[in-house]
């Protein structure tokens, strides 16, 4: 529990460090010049600017390529503000140092690039005359502030795409286990669905459609002082479906740690690149904490759980009715609830 003495409630669990932390993390920082072999650089955190050092990365040698670059907005990075700029101007900004990444890539490599209803549509055009562009993940990002004169702005993209025709997805690494409303049933037997003491569950495909996320707040023990942090859970989707045990995946805009955390909860090789030093000894410090516990909010026993449900499933029974009226649900196989059979 935290001591109040640093103003935060009693309750946080926002990772903040100390200053001899930082210290111990900051000598332990791989700084440029790079060493020109790849091995010298996996599960390595680099403090620099990704930007001058990305034509010195290794040729041919990422598997997966996460990017989460800043959306066209002003904000401030640490002791870096980025400042919003013309479409235009934003679209040539990504593109040109985008095109540095693409030799570093494997022939079956992928990519997924983060973006907000501003920057998205500038994204896409990069992409789609550099790569194959495959689909446009939407997810639900519910921290977002309302608005008196606009829709409430509660969601972000992430652009999926491949280097070629030849890659890697697993599909069955990312399903969705959801409670079931009105179970289809065949000969009087579950259809697609299980019976188990907690519920009636499936597993649903994954969809272009994200409303299971959790943005990290401040109760959260992966949550960190970071502007624009990503849930570990996000991440966990994308290494899975694209990368296999043992790959190598980068983010050069690493902010603080995620990918390089989830990574390593999932046996990935990361290199991470951030320019922010502070950020930078954030994410190291999560990624040492993360060789002792390599829990993931919301991934349970090889699968990926809608909002609370896992944590519902292993309640009492009396509680855990409860705590099931407020979860998603889900029809059966026809999605309507003429399907059902008692």
């Not at 930082?22 to 403090?47: G, H, W, Y």
């Not at 996320?213 to 109760?219: A, G, K, N, R």
């Not at 998603?328 to 399907?339: A, I, K, Q, V, W």
Request: hydrophobic letters at 40%; glycine letters at 6%; a neutral charge.
């Amino acid at each position: 529990m935290r001591a109040s003495s640093d103003g935060r409630a009693p309750r946080n669990r926002t990772l903040v460090l100390s200053s001899g932390e930082t210290a111990r993390l900051s000598r332990r920082l791989l700084r440029p010049p790079l060493p020109p072999d790849i091995a010298d650089l996996e599960d390595r955190i680099v403090c620099g600017d990704a930007l001058a050092l990305l034509p010195r990365l290794p040729p041919r040698a990422v598997d997966l390529l996460i990017l989460d670059p800043p959306y066209n907005m002003t904000k401030e990075f640490g002791a870096t503000t980025f400042r919003a700029r013309s479409q235009d101007e934003y679209e040539g900004w990504f593109e040109s140092w985008f095109v540095h990444l693409l030799p570093i890539l494997k022939p079956t490599a992928s990519i997924y690039v983060c973006g907000d209803w501003r920057s998205s549509s500038a994204l896409q055009r990069v992409l789609d005359r550099h790569v194959i562009v495959r689909n446009r993940i939407t997810w639900e990002r519910e921290k977002g502030r309302g608005a008196r004169s606009n829709w409430k702005n509660a969601s972000e993209d992430i652009w999926f795409a491949t280097v070629t025709g030849d890659y890697f997805f697993d599909v069955d690494a990312v399903k969705l286990k959801r409670r079931v409303l009105a179970p289809y049933r065949v000969n009087g037997r579950p259809k697609d669905w299980d019976e188990t003491p907690s519920g009636d569950y499936r597993l649903t495909h994954p969809s272009n459609l994200w409303t299971d996320l959790t943005v990290p707040f401040w109760s959260m023990p992966e949550n960190t002082d970071h502007p624009t942090q990503k849930p570990e859970k996000l991440l966990a989707k994308l290494l899975l479906a694209s990368s296999r045990a043992g790959d190598v995946v980068l983010d050069p805009f690493l902010g603080s740690g995620t990918t390089a955390v989830v990574a390593a909860k999932l046996g990935r090789r990361f290199i991470g690149i951030e320019l922010d030093e502070a950020y930078a000894c954030l994410a190291s410090r999560r990624v040492e904490l993360a060789q002792d516990d390599r829990r993931i909010q919301g991934y349970e026993n090889g699968l990926f759980w809608e909002r609370n449900a896992a944590s519902a499933a292993t309640l009492p029974a009396g509680a855990r009715d409860t705590v099931q009226l407020h979860l998603p649900l889900t029809l059966g196989d026809h999605d309507d609830e003429r399907g059902a059979r008692p």
